[in-house]
């Protein structure tokens, strides 16, 4: 234990305090160590930062330490109060380890909050024995500290993408920068309306705002309406991944509607389990479900049919030139407007209304790298099965933050591992 002590004090200083001996709890699960003022140093005033005069001593309080060899850790001290000339006021210290109000150290929030970005946030409580409140609050100590801190620089690119994060039309708007370099979370906003996305806005301030030259987004009317207005001179480009998930909702309505009409009718259940043969890229089935697939084909059946203008539309995103693309959307749209099937019709209906705004895709193809909003989105869904239980509006938000945001950390005295 002597030795203990003699580590800390020579890796995990504090300037003013020094550790003063360490003991087992009476039951034996803890390891408390003694911290006290160095000989001769003074209070630092907790409001003003600056060294004060001393007040009085309040009463021995725990703060959560890392703990080691399976042994919970507490650091005891007593805090001092002092009387500050310049704040005009009895406050309490501040001290390095701890910011105050939490019982959790700095050092050990930085812990905790590193394996919560590998573990799930239940899981991390469990292993190191504490509890989710706690998780919570050193996540939020460490996203807090980031984001007053993060550098937002100059930003090229961004993606703005909704997220669902409860049933009943309860989504979170989410904004990624996505230059060729750096791809990572800016923002996180409640809902998907007008007043929330210009919250983003007014976060990176005009300044940034006016530079920023790309912007992906899907075909929600109100990011289209901010966009228009907060960036004017950025070319705006409807995300593939967006217009592509967009036909696959289409084409699954029509498959689940044309399969619960054939069960009325007392037909051959043949789109039973097709769900997934139709949903995914013909390349990514196996031999079985291929075959299946190609059985399935031979049928005259509107999800066939919807299967089959969805393949076609895939064609589009192998044209360089955007006149050429153009081209072949128009007629991609006008052979959908005669297939008589109604949620195609709407989304080339939707395509035809945003014409220019997909051709961008193929103006600004080579410069962007595609597929980036498609993997932080994921990266986003992952991050939310993470902390599912807890599917609040602030915990998503930290918990987003913490996994994509790239945010930098608080310094710590020791790097532990
Ligand atoms: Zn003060």
Redesign the pocket.
Known sequence: MLQLITILNRCHRFPGFVYQQARFSCDHKSIEIAVRPRKGSRAI?S??H?P?SGYDQLAERRFEFIPFWGFLVFLLYAMRR?D?R??QAV?VEEVPWADGKRTLTKAYMLFLARWARRLSWKETAEAFRTSWDKVFDAVEHVVTWGLEHRVLGQIDAIGVDEIQYAKGHKYLTLVYQIDLGVTRLLWVGKERTIESFQGFFTVIGEEIASKIVFVCSDMWEPYLKVIRQRCSEALHILDRFHIVAKMNKALDEVRASEARHMAREGLAPVLKKSRWLLLKREENLKDEQRFRLCDLLRYNLKSVRAYLLKEAFQQLWDYNSPAWAGKYLDEWCRQVMRSRIEPMKKVARSLRQHRELILNYFRAQKLLSSGVVEGLNNKAKVTMRKSYGFRTYRTLELALYHSLGKLPEPESTHEFF
């Open positions: 005033c409001r003003c600056q004060a002092v500050c310049r704040c406050v």
